[in-house]
T-cell receptor
Framework: KQEVTQIPAALSVPEGENLVLNCSFTDSAIYNLQWFRQDPGKGLTSLLL?????REQTSGRLNASLDKSSGRSTLYIAASQPGDSATYLC??????????FGSGTRLLVRP | GAGVSQSPRYKVAKRGQDVALRCDPI?????LFWYQQALGQGPEFLTY????????KSGLPSDRFFAERPEGSVSTLKIQRTQQEDSAVYLC????????????FGPGTRLTVT
């Protein structure tokens, strides 16, 4: 059974810092991995989608990497801003169609 | 274009009441998913439709939960005789197809059972 773990559960950093969020999964047979952002009381906004054949994806200040063999993904946020404060969720899609989510990392970027 | 929409955004129900939650997927999206998100947790899969066919309902927590998508577009998640443990955010997502396609999420319906 696929399990997804995100570390740390919470993170507080000063504005301008570069930071890394970690996601690990137990079954390497995945189709893809998605990183989402969730603001309080809101739905999920997709940030990056990495197909199983890819190693990384970039969008603006965000970079996500995928190492299937070790069951790990990282989300790198460069030059963090207070507007980046949110919960970041990692989700994997295996041979079925459903997404399996981690519990998320709550990020606070202090001005 | 329009994204996934859900209504109502908030619902307060007394224990024992029935509720119906609506999802309007992105036009043309074949696949539709329902997830349940408890406070402080990641979403958990409830059920999956491909067009009007419900192909997987293994995540539905009990037989009080029922979902339908009769015309392959709008979907309704119904919860009968609500219990306090049903309080959660219910998220709907759609994708062009299943497989490796990206899932797009709606804003969710926050259900509070008192």
């Amino acid at each position: 059974k696929q399990e997804v773990t995100q570390i740390p559960a919470a993170l507080s950093v000063p504005e301008g810092e570069n930071l890394v969020l970690n996601c690990s999964f137990t079954d390497s047979a995945i189709y893809n991995l998605q990183w989402f952002r969730q603001d309080p009381g809101k739905g999920l906004t997709s940030l990056l989608l990495i197909q199983s054949s890819q190693r990384e994806q970039t969008s603006g200040r965000l970079n996500a990497s995928l190492d299937k063999s070790s069951g790990r993904s990282t989300l790198y946020i460069a030059a963090s801003q207070p507007g980046d404060s949110a919960t970041y969720l990692c989700a994997v899609k295996g041979s079925s169609y459903k997404l399996i989510f981690g519990s998320g990392t709550r990020l606070l970027v202090r001005p | 274009g329009a994204g996934v929409s859900q209504s109502p955004r908030y619902k307060v129900a007394k224990r024992g009441q029935d509720v119906a939650l609506r999802c309007d997927p992105i036009s043309g999206h074949v696949s539709l998913f329902w997830y349940q998100q408890a406070l402080g947790q990641g979403p958990e899969f409830l059920t999956y439709f491909q067009n009007e066919a419900q192909l997987d309902k293994s995540g539905l927590p009990s037989d009080r939960f029922f979902a339908e998508r009769p015309e392959g577009s709008v979907s309704t998640l119904k919860i009968q005789r609500t219990q306090q443990e049903d309080s959660a955010v219910y998220l709907c997502a759609s994708s062009l197809e299943s497989g490796s396609y990206e899932q797009y999420f709606g804003p969710g319906t926050r259900l509070t059972v008192t």
